[in-house]
């Protein structure tokens, strides 16, 4: 079965940064996208980033200029670096892997920034 691991999170200061990593493992389908969503506590699930395998990046207009994401082909791992952290990225991250079979979603890691 497929998994999708988070890690990287934690608690850092305004201005600070941090590297989230989406690590998945078991029997994976051809990989067409992968990306990060996060959700604060009241808020609804909101999309921040998406990498095709053809490493197209997108991002949410919050987070341009601040957030890259990238992946690591051979290791089937996703990241997201994130900059200039601000208050309102706090949030839950979540990866989701988008194959030619199924769609896969991590369980998350907490991201809080303080002022």
């Known amino acids: 079965q497929v998994q999708l691991v988070e890690s990287g999170g934690g608690l850092v200061q305004a201005g600070g940064s941090l590297r989230l990593s989406c690590a998945a493992s078991?029997?994976?389908?051809?990989?067409?996208?992968m990306a990060w969503y996060r959700q604060a506590p009241g808020n609804q699930r909101e999309w921040v980033a998406v990498?095709?395998?053809?490493?197209?990046?997108t991002y949410a207009d919050s987070v341009k200029g601040r957030f890259t994401i990238s992946m690591d082909n051979a290791k089937d791992t996703l990241y997201l670096q994130m900059n200039s952290l601000k208050p309102e990225d706090t949030a839950v991250y979540c990866c989701r892997v988008v194959t030619t079979i199924k769609t896969y979603w991590g369980q998350g890691t907490q991201v809080t920034v303080s002022s």
């Open positions: 078991g029997s994976i389908p051809h990989i067409l996208s």
């Open positions: 990498i095709t395998t053809g490493g197209t990046t």
